[in-house]
């Protein structure tokens, strides 16, 4: 009987912590969806809890650090639904800016959501922004794009000659530095040549 007994208790502990180990992975055992994403410099924060299960309140967090982490959004109250998937939306209206911030989503007695991180790049002082500058293996130039239109960006070295051209329509050109030579560059972003919508500089340094 003794036997029976010790061997109910080790199978209970194994499936102890294998539920501990599942709800530490990515992603979250409760949710069907969880996402960060960023519109006309906004963060938008969605959340969909899924059928059958509910927390006691959603709390939305964002930290510049990963460590530190302030409260931006919050529901109060028992969240979810017992019968089918319910949706909650956030918005970060002041974002920070230019630096990679953390979001993660506290459920109420069902613990964290995994971390997702992002950067809003602020491109309204010259209506472009290198990352990184000065660059080595590749740069990447951000512009403002919110239209999604096609933008072609000129490339030349400091004689003026044109190095290289490429298009897109995204708010970012990704440009290969590594086989160029260390000093200035300069671009252009515009629908052609002659219709520059911003003008820049790019230091390559390897």
Not at 4 to 9: G, N
Not at 12 to 29: C, K, R
Not at 183 to 194: A, C, M, V
């Amino acid at each position: 009987m003794k036997k029976l007994k010790h061997i109910t208790l080790l199978i209970f502990v194994l499936l102890s912590v294998n539920l501990t180990a599942q709800t530490e992975e990515s992603g979250h055992p409760i949710l069907d969806d969880f996402k960060v994403f960023e519109i006309s410099g906004k963060v938008f924060i969605d959340v969909t809890i899924s059928s059958g299960n509910t927390c006691n309140g959603i709390i939305v967090w964002r930290s510049d650090d990963s460590l530190n982490y302030e409260i931006v959004g919050e529901v109060v109250g028992i969240c979810g639904n017992s019968t089918s998937p319910i949706s909650y939306n956030f918005t970060d209206a002041s974002p920070i800016k230019n630096i990679k911030s953390y979001y993660k989503v506290e459920l109420g007695g069902a613990g964290f959501t995994n971390t997702v991180s992002i950067v809003l790049i602020d491109t309204k002082d010259f209506g472009f922004q290198i990352r990184p500058n000065p660059a080595n293996e590749k740069a990447i130039i951000y512009y403002e794009n919110p239209t999604n239109e096609e933008f072609e960006l000129f490339l030349f070295d400091i004689s003026g000659n044109k190095i290289s051209t490429q298009k897109s329509t995204n708010n970012a050109f990704n440009v290969d530095t590594f086989s160029l030579g260390d000093g200035l560059y300069f671009f252009s972003i515009g629908k052609s040549l002659n219709q520059e919508k911003v003008m820049g500089k790019l230091m390559i340094q390897h």
